[in-house]
């Protein structure tokens, strides 16, 4: 039962009410659920993160609940470039080889995973002490960032340097990485950057030229903070040794060829088709096309033109000696002189129209 009270100023009711309340809460039945709220209670941690998403059981890793994603709302959607994953998968297979012959040791080359994000991001996220490499590319005229990490520099270095099988290389922080040390990874990013030139030859020609060995995050920013970036990740381990490399292409510099890495990848050849190819130069040699001999042109007023009949004559202007001109439509290709071969009417080409004066001859006519 509700009571309401009417008349807040009456005292003696409100008192009457009051005790009467007190009672009832005193001999509440303890399994009873309807409380009233206490305006002034103040929310626990717990709560406080079961209201903003950050309740994940217990999970430290809360990037996809809560104010994180309101955090994250702001970033670009980028769009997926099939085919460049096909030309990272390509590049993992000839460094397995190329890197086998490089350190004459047991190689195994893995692709973790392959993202998109922001360029700056990625700098901020990359453990140091760390080398990077700045490399162009030439027919693109943009640069990309090759990462090696601390694990794989001494790795390389123990290999090269002709370390022990089986044993981790010993790392020694705290000191700039030496000459002989930075010669030694130079040598690696080369190898890795032919291979990287190779691994996009069936899709376009590409070469990436080593440009400079950087140490400091802030000197290898090739691209704005802000702009995004295709991060490719791969791990290589020789026996007990390895560390990771990274791979980043900003989108800008891949721009020329965003057309041809959209594609989807169809059966076991993806670019060019060779057979394709050969088999349409082939049949352009054997299409037939007419060939117009103009002997004359002149203007003619239209009543002249519908006078004439069978019978008519017109007089050409045209020389006995005079060159004519062989037509493709509206094409000049040659000019030759008029003459006879065998009661027939016939034309010698003395000269081939649009070619640069010792150019080769057109197969199957003679030059005067």
Same mark, same amino acid.
């Not at 981790?168 to 700039?176: F, L």
């Not at 080369?190 to 400091?216: G, H, K, M």
């Not at 990848?265 to 054997?286: C, Q, S, V």
């Given at each position: 039962?509700?009571?309401?009270?009417?008349?807040?100023?009456?005292?003696?009711?409100?008192?009457?009410?009051?005790?009467?309340?007190?009672?009832?809460?005193?001999?509440?039945?303890?399994?009873?659920?309807?409380?009233?709220?206490?305006?002034?209670?103040?929310?626990?941690?717990?709560?406080?993160?079961?209201?903003?998403?950050?309740?994940?059981?217990?999970?430290?890793?809360?990037?996809?609940?809560?104010?994180?994603?309101?955090? $994250?709302?702001?970033?670009?959607?980028?769009?997926?470039?099939?085919?460049?994953?096909?030309?990272?998968?390509?590049?993992?297979?000839?460094?397995?080889?190329?890197?086998?012959?490089?350190?004459?040791?047991?190689?195994?080359?893995?692709?973790?995973?392959?993202?998109?994000?922001?360029?700056?991001?990625?700098?901020?996220?990359?453990?140091?002490?760390?080398?990077?490499?700045?490399?162009?590319?030439?027919?693109?005229?943009?640069?990309?960032?090759?990462?090696?990490?601390?694990?794989?520099?001494?790795?390389?270095?123990?290999?090269?340097?002709?370390?022990?099988?089986?044993?981790?290389?010993?790392?020694?922080?705290?000191?700039?990485?030496?000459?002989?040390?930075?010669?030694?990874?130079?040598?690696?990013?080369?190898?890795?950057?032919?291979?990287? $030139?190779?691994?996009?030859?069936?899709?376009?020609?590409?070469?990436?030229?080593?440009?400079?060995?950087?140490?400091?995050?802030?000197?290898?920013?090739? $691209?704005?903070?802000?702009?995004?970036?295709?991060?490719?990740?791969?791990?290589?381990?020789?026996?007990?040794?390895?560390?990771?490399?990274?791979?980043?292409?900003?989108?800008?510099?891949?721009?020329?060829?965003?057309?041809?890495?959209?594609?989807?990848?169809?059966?076991?050849?993806?670019?060019?088709?060779?057979?394709?190819?050969?088999?349409?130069?082939?049949?352009?040699?054997?299409?037939?096309?007419?060939?117009?001999?103009?002997?004359?042109?002149?203007?003619?007023?239209?009543?002249?033109?519908?006078?004439?009949?069978?019978?008519?004559?017109?007089?050409?202007?045209?020389?006995?000696?005079?060159?004519?001109?062989?037509?493709?439509?509206?094409?000049?290709?040659?000019?030759?002189?008029?003459?006879?071969?065998?009661?027939?009417?016939?034309?010698?080409?003395?000269?081939?129209?649009?070619?640069?004066?010792?150019?080769?001859?057109?197969?199957?006519?003679?030059?005067?």
């Amino acid at each position: 039962m509700n009571a309401v009270i009417e008349d807040p100023n009456d005292e003696d009711l409100a008192s009457a009410w009051a005790s009467s309340i007190g009672d009832v809460d005193d001999a509440a039945d303890p399994f009873d659920t309807v409380a009233q709220p206490d305006a002034t209670r103040i929310l626990n941690q717990a709560e406080i993160d079961s209201l903003l998403g950050f309740d994940n059981g217990g999970s430290e890793d809360v990037d996809t609940n809560g104010m994180q994603r309101i955090i $994250s709302s702001g970033l670009v959607s980028y769009e997926r470039l099939p085919m460049l994953e096909i030309v990272f998968d390509r590049l993992v297979r000839i460094m397995s080889t190329s890197l086998r012959n490089f350190t004459n040791d047991n190689v195994e080359v893995s692709i973790d995973n392959v993202v998109s994000l922001r360029f700056g991001d990625y700098l901020d996220s990359v453990p140091l002490p760390a080398m990077f490499a700045v490399f162009k590319a030439e027919e693109w005229e943009n640069y990309g960032l090759m990462v090696i990490d601390s694990a794989m520099i001494y790795s390389i270095v123990d290999v090269l340097l002709g370390g022990r099988r089986g044993t981790a290389a010993m790392r020694i922080e705290g000191r700039p990485y030496t000459t002989i040390e930075r010669s030694l990874v130079e040598r690696l990013i080369r190898v890795v950057l032919a291979d990287l $030139s190779s691994s996009f030859d069936p899709l376009c020609a590409i070469t990436f030229r080593f440009e400079r060995l950087e140490v400091n995050p802030r000197f290898a920013a090739i $691209s704005r903070l802000s702009n995004a970036a295709v991060l490719a990740r791969m791990h290589v381990d020789m026996e007990d040794r390895g560390g990771r490399m990274d791979l980043v292409l900003p989108y800008a510099t891949l721009e020329p060829v965003r057309e041809l890495l959209l594609q989807q990848f169809m059966g076991e050849k993806f670019g060019r088709d060779a057979i394709w190819e050969t088999h349409l130069a082939e049949e352009l040699w054997n299409t037939e096309v007419d060939l117009d001999v103009v002997l004359d042109e002149q203007p003619m007023r239209l009543s002249d033109i519908i006078a004439l009949k069978p019978g008519s004559q017109f007089i050409l202007r045209h020389g006995r000696e005079a060159p004519v001109k062989l037509r493709c439509g509206n094409v000049v290709l040659f000019e030759g002189r008029v003459g006879r071969r065998k009661n027939r009417v016939a034309v010698r080409i003395e000269q081939v129209v649009g070619r640069l004066p010792g150019g080769p001859d057109t197969p199957g006519l003679r030059r005067g």
